[in-house]
């Protein structure tokens, strides 16, 4: 049985009831978090009707309800460890009358087998967003996140690439990747590893440096958000980026945001 995380266990880093609260209304408007779901949906493929898509480490629910309402016939669970990241993600759901599920979970320990969906139906179409950098063991999430996917479920994953910002630093991200370090984790994680990209270039990289550059002050303006109101120049960023991002090159060499598209083997996924 899944229970609240004990938050005197954790670090500041990893403290995500805070970090929800603190970040989550500002995440929503973020034009990254809208330029990766452009590309899970580009990669993922269209789920059949009646079938089940699983987001793995959900957050506050924004891709699972974004799938959720681009499918409205499939079966969406958002598997997350934070009870305040289900908490919003559930809110948001009942708001928008939404039929996503949201499960606590921690997929950095075995559970029990238990599967929350009807008759314990297991996932063809499976998606990783921006997770597996905040967590010292990846791959033993990967592994465990199997006990909700089919043999042969397809997973897209993005990892973020590039340097570390302050604001990376402070919410927990252990490393950055590469393609030959995600595809590597994939394989010994159980996965069959059909390709790996490199997007983002120009415009994503320059939104990365913009934060980049902002240092320790991001941190502060974001905490600061609800009682402070959004700048002018901060309003024309957003519009800009939200623009420009839709000129990024989905295959660049020198692209900041890493995707992968894998599989789950069929030795390690059988119930």
């Known amino acids: 049985m899944t229970t609240e995380p004990d938050k005197s266990a954790v670090s500041d880093s990893d403290n995500w009831e805070e970090h929800w609260s ?3 209304d500002p995440a ?24 089940t898509v699983v987001d793995i480490g959900s957050g506050q629910g924004q891709l699972a309800l ?21 908490r919003r993600a559930s809110k948001a759901a009942r708001a928008a009358n939404l039929d996503a599920i949201f499960l606590q979970r921690d997929l950095l320990h075995a559970d029990d087998g238990h599967n929350p969906m009807a008759g314990g ?28 996917l089919l043999p042969g479920c397809r997973l897209v994953i993005t990892v973020p690439g590039g340097p570390k910002s302050a604001l990376d630093r402070y919410i927990g991200h252990r490393r950055h990747y590469r393609p030959a370090t995600i595809r590597a984790l994939l394989e010994s994680s ?12 120009p415009f994503f990289n320059l939104y990365r ?14 905490k600061t958000t609800t009682a ?7 309003q024309a960023m957003t ?33």
């Open 22 to 24: 603190a970040f989550g």
């Open 28 to 51: 929503l408007g973020n034009p990254a978090n809208d330029y990766r779901n452009r590309l899970i949906f580009r990669y993922l493929g269209e789920p059949t009707a009646d079938s």
């Open 66 to 86: 974004l799938l959720q309402a681009s499918y409205p016939g499939v079966r969406i669970l958002g598997i997350e460890y934070s009870h305040e990241g289900v």
């Open 121 to 148: 139906r297991r996932a063809a179409l499976a998606v990783c967003s921006e997770v597996l950098e905040h967590v010292d063991q990846p791959e033993v999430l990967l592994r465990n996140a199997a006990d909700y």
């Open 190 to 201: 159980g996965y069959e590893v059909e390709r790996v990209y490199r997007a983002g270039f």
């Open 209 to 222: 440096l913009a934060i980049i550059l902002r240092g320790r002050r991001l941190i502060d303006d974001l």
């Open 228 to 234: 402070v109101p959004v700048s002018r120049l901060q």
């Open 239 to 271: 519009r800009f980026f939200d623009v420009t991002f839709h000129w990024n090159l989905h295959h660049s060499p020198f692209g900041w945001q890493i995707v992968a598209i894998a599989r789950l083997s069929s030795e390690d996924g059988s119930p």
